[in-house]
Structure formats: C-alpha cells, structure tokens
C-alpha cells in the first residue's frame, strides 16, 4: 500500500491526465488501477460490507455480466502471466535504489521549497551520477539507459523525468559533467556519494531551477513552449497530444472563455 500511494498515483498522475488517450502508457496504467480497485474492492468487503458495494457498483470497467453485487462476484481470478517466477534479486535491489534515489531528490526539493528557490518539483531540473561496482550497479545501470532511451525521446530524459516528477532528468556520464552541472551558477541543491540499498553503489545528485517556459498543461518546463504556432503556450508533447485531440488554437480558446466571461458579466449587471 505505502509503494501504490507514495509512489505509483503519484507517478502515475502524469500518464493519465496529460498523454493522449490511446497511449499505450496511459492503457497500461489504466489496466494497473483497474486490477487495483478489483482486488483491493473485494478484500475490502468483508470489513466495509457499504463501502465496497458502492464502490463496486461505481466501478466503470466491470463486465457487462458482471454480477448485481460485490458478493455474488466471488474472489477475481488471477491471470496466469501474474503467476509466472518472480524477478531476479536483482531487479527488486534495482527498484530499491531507484526509490532511495527519489527520496533523496525529494529531500533537495523540500530543501529549494523551504529556501523559496521555487515551488513544485516540476519548477527544478535534476541530473545523477551513479557509481560502484558489481552485479546490481550494472542491473541498475541497465535500467537507466532503458528509461533514458525510450523512444521518442526529446530532451534525452524521458521515462526518468516522469520517475523523479522533475522537468528534465539527466544521467551524468561521470563525476566532472555533474560536478560542471552544480558549478554552473547559484541555486544548486546537491548531495553527494549517498549509498544505495541491495548492493547498487552510491548516487551523487544534484537540483537546479528547469530551463525554457512552462507549459500551461502539464505545467513542466521546456524550451519548446512557443515552438509551435498552433499552440504556443504547450511543450512538445502536449501539442501533439492536443493535435491528436484536434483542440482548437489556444488563441481560439482564450477568445472563447473571454466571450462566455463577457456574456456572463452583461448578464449579472441586466439583473441588477
């Protein structure tokens, strides 16, 4: 429970708002919750018989025949790809130090906060250096370049950013490109050689203030906010989601709320 709440919603929240409805990373986030509620709604009954009939009949993705009551649907039945063996050590080790690293950059962000140097996480841009040696520092090494090379990529940060919940996360190549980074300027929150659990090594990480303008949308910072003329208020990626929504310019938008806004006031002062 302490893992859904404090860090796959709060991941998650990213891919359900702001990706285009038919992403695949926003269906497989959808599947995720709705395995979740299932489950979680049936364990639930038997200690809030109320509470998980409502919810059960509020659910949304529930089979067309699906029966009338919680307690006529009986325990789901578990899909067989859940049951297949369990991931090496290595891969849990690599999540461990992936969650001991965000913590840590969650402690930098809380430091800016307190400092007033900016607000939401979203406001900064992160690089991390990773070191060590051995099995699970090369597992973890492993999973980074899978996160930093996803397709698509734009500002070469891509998974990982969504991971940490900054603007942009970069993987240091070595010590001297991090230690660049913190020297560049004031404003740099930074911790250095912090161990990893399982084995994996050590991280060094550092917090600046995100580059470019922020985007009205997903409010992440970019330096392709005013790129496009169709809607130069959005990043790159929410304006190709809103093309793909076929929104209207944002001109076209804002002439529209000032219109209602207009409408409503003549309204108000006719009635007084």
Request: with cysteine; hydrophobic share 50%; glycine share 6%.
């Amino acid at each position: 429970m302490t893992y859904l709440s404090n860090f796959y919603l709060d991941t998650a929240k990213d891919r359900l708002y702001f990706r285009a409805a038919d992403s695949g990373s926003r269906r497989a986030c959808q599947t995720v919750l709705a395995a979740c509620l299932r489950h979680m709604t049936v364990c639930l009954a038997p200690l809030a018989p109320h509470l998980a009939e409502e919810a059960y009949g509020a659910t949304p993705c529930r089979p067309a025949d699906a029966p009338a009551s919680i307690f006529q649907a009986g325990w789901p039945a578990v899909p067989a790809a859940w049951l297949a063996p369990p991931p090496a050590a290595e891969a849990d080790a690599v999540w461990e130090a992936l969650l001991t690293a965000r913590a840590e950059l969650n402690k930098l962000a809380e430091a800016a906060r307190s400092d007033k140097a900016w607000g939401a996480n979203l406001d900064a841009r992160a690089m991390l250096c990773f070191g060590g040696e051995g099995e699970a520092v090369s597992a973890l090494r492993d999973a980074l370049t899978a996160f930093a090379d996803v397709p698509g990529a734009v500002d070469g940060s891509d998974e990982l950013r969504y991971l940490f919940l900054v603007s942009s996360a970069t993987l240091a190549a070595s010590e001297a490109e991090l230690n660049e980074f913190i020297a560049d300027g004031a404003g740099c929150y930074a911790a250095r050689d912090l161990p990893l659990p399982g084995g994996c090594g050590s991280v060094s990480l550092a917090l600046r203030r995100a580059a470019g303008a922020k985007c009205e949308r997903c409010w992440g910072f970019s330096a392709l906010v005013g790129a496009s003329r169709r809607h130069p208020t959005l990043c790159e990626r929410c304006d190709a989601v809103a093309d793909s929504l076929a929104l209207p310019p944002a001109e076209a938008l804002r002439a529209a709320a000032a219109e209602r806004a207009a409408a409503s006031a003549a309204s108000a002062a006719s009635a007084v």
